[in-house]
């Protein structure tokens, strides 16, 4: 089974994801997509992070609607700070059958090179890219690996952080799915 990993903090999983995620089942180059939350990501050891069940349950509520689509919470299993290239090295032993392919922004493929054995991961697996506003790819870095494509589709102009900064702003609740939206504010994330 062709699968997509989709990794990220989600704090809060927001409608650009949806759409990436919606886009690239549309593609047919996946027979599924896993979404994964991580506990803890390397680069983000010294910020505040939403606990992971309400992570979890917003993406739950942001992707209800499409089959394909699995919210995994494999890295709770693992070693924390969860390194890519072990998640990888995880799933490839527990689930030998499927082929994997990691779908990543523009913003953190331009620093790849920081992560863990990061040419392991480059040579062995496919790397999806969408595009992030202001993170341009250099096209003779794709020329130069074939495993490496760009997901044709506009740019999303929202972060989660930005929501997190602008939750008061009806601006950023409406990049929220309503069911999201209500779920954050009644329980009082980001304020």
Known sequence: MKIGLFFGTFDPVHLGHY??????????????IWVIPSPLSPFKKNNIITSFQHRKLMLNK????????LISDIELKLRQPNYTIETLIYLQKTYPNNKYSLIIGSDNFNKIHLWKDSKKIIKNYPIYIYPREGHSINDSVIK????????SMDTIPISSSDIRLNISSK??????????????????LYI
């Open 19 to 32: 759409k990436i995620v919606k886009n690239l089942i549309r593609s047919k180059n996946f027979n599924k």
């Open 62 to 69: 942001t992707f209800s609607d499409l089959n394909n689509v």
């Open 171 to 188: 601006k950023a609740l409406n990049y929220l799915k309503p069911s999201v939206k209500e779920y954050i504010l009644s329980n009082n």
């Open 144 to 151: 130069l690996n074939s495993k490496i494509k760009l997901i």
